[in-house]
């Protein structure tokens, strides 16, 4: 047996971890490791055609979900932050993965209604107070079968937590019960929540 480290997340290299480093040190919201291994998996499992994401951030996401596609699938993702579309599009070139990712500056409630083709997996983790509005622009989007994720839905623990809620985290708290609500009783969505992070929403189109 040799003295190297044991990795449950090979995928995981230097690059990554050195965004993970900086994005900490920087306050820039990222999913967490275990949330891209997640992506990797699902994405080589689900094998889409075209993938969604809606919040880019510094493209940490992108990358695991990039990394993971085959080659002629095409992922396109929102961003609303210049600095953070800026700084993910330096990552993806460095990566050689630009040419495979497209880019889209702006709001996503505003991109949202121009896109007019189908995506088999739609990842959403951009402004949580707009889950449901977001939801609502991408379900005619999603065809049977695909596949939509929700990020952060147990919000650092205080969507499950019992009790008074501070009055800071209230609306964002309600917001995401909601968000699971109506998921979980849509009729067009068979939906789990996943203890993966801070809380994975799954849900598959009927």
Same mark, same amino acid.
Request: avoid cysteine; aromatic fraction near 10%; charge should be negative.
């Given at each position: @047996? ?62 695991? @979900? ?17 600095? @953070? ?23 996503a409630l505003e ?35 695909g596949i939509i ?22 609306? @964002? ?34």
């Amino acid at each position: @047996m040799n003295n190297e480290e044991f990795s449950f997340d090979p995928q995981r290299d230097n690059y990554l971890i050195q965004i993970e480093k900086k994005a900490e040190r920087d306050y820039i919201p990222i999913i967490k490791p275990e949330v891209g291994q997640f992506l990797w998996v699902l994405v080589k499992a689900k094998k889409p055609e075209r993938i969604l994401e809606i919040g880019t951030a510094v493209g940490y996401s992108t990358i695991w @979900m990039a990394r993971a596609a085959y080659g002629d699938t095409e992922i396109v993702t929102i961003e609303r932050d210049e600095d @953070m579309y800026l700084e993910a599009e330096r990552n993806f070139s460095e990566l050689g993965l630009k040419t495979r990712i497209k880019q889209k500056f702006g709001d996503a409630l505003e991109i949202l209604p121009y896109l007019k083709r189908s995506f088999d997996l739609v990842f959403i983790d951009g402004a949580k107070g707009q889950y449901l509005n977001y939801l609502e622009r991408i379900l005619d989007l999603v065809p049977e079968g695909g596949i939509i994720l929700a990020d952060n839905v147990f919000y650092h623990g205080h969507v499950e937590k019992e009790g008074q809620i501070l009055h800071k985290r209230r609306t @964002m708290v309600r917001v995401l019960q909601e968000y699971i609500r109506v998921i979980t009783e849509h009729p067009l969505l068979e939906s789990i929540i996943l203890p993966v992070g801070d809380g994975i929403a799954l849900s598959v189109r009927k």
